[in-house]
């Protein structure tokens, strides 16, 4: 029985990576190219998600400060998910709405690149900081599923993965934020 369950996860996981090759190729390649404008430009990435996508944040953040694939120099990202002071200041003070709003206000400045990652597009925290992004000039991405949510129109680029799944969402997410993390890798080995 287990086996089975196995092999229709794993299928299903498959399926749908499928999908979004065929169907989110060009804008992958798209984000891939805003994060190498951003960094060429001198500017930041910033990452932010809540639960399971606030530790693919972390986690894609850590791939570009310390490496992915190759030896390169660190690139600057953050995670807005990780300051504990700042995370309980505003949670007990303008509150948990305002999280990632205040950060992209305080962090944030024209030319740097804002990362959302969410599988509703619902969540209050990150329809706040896209439009604080919005205000301070900063461009931002949304990697998204279950229609996007009010989030996709918020954004300048919606990578939205074509699925209902929390779980299958989260896995294209890390998949998706690999494949740039490969691309931004080729591009600072061939520069030397």
Known sequence: MSESAVRITLSEHVALAERVSEELSASISRYAELVLA???GGGKLLFCGNGGSAADAQHVAAEFVVHF????KGLPAIALTTDSSILTAVGNGPGFDALFERQVEALGEAGDLLVLHSTSGESENLLRAAAAARARGLTSVALLAKG???????????LVVPTESTARAQEMHIIIEHVVCEIVDRAYTSQG
Request: charged share 40%.
């Open 38 to 40: 951003t960094l060429a």
């Open 69 to 72: 694939g190759v030896e390169r």
């Open 148 to 158: 996007g949510g009010r989030l996709r129109d918020r954004v300048d680029l919606a």
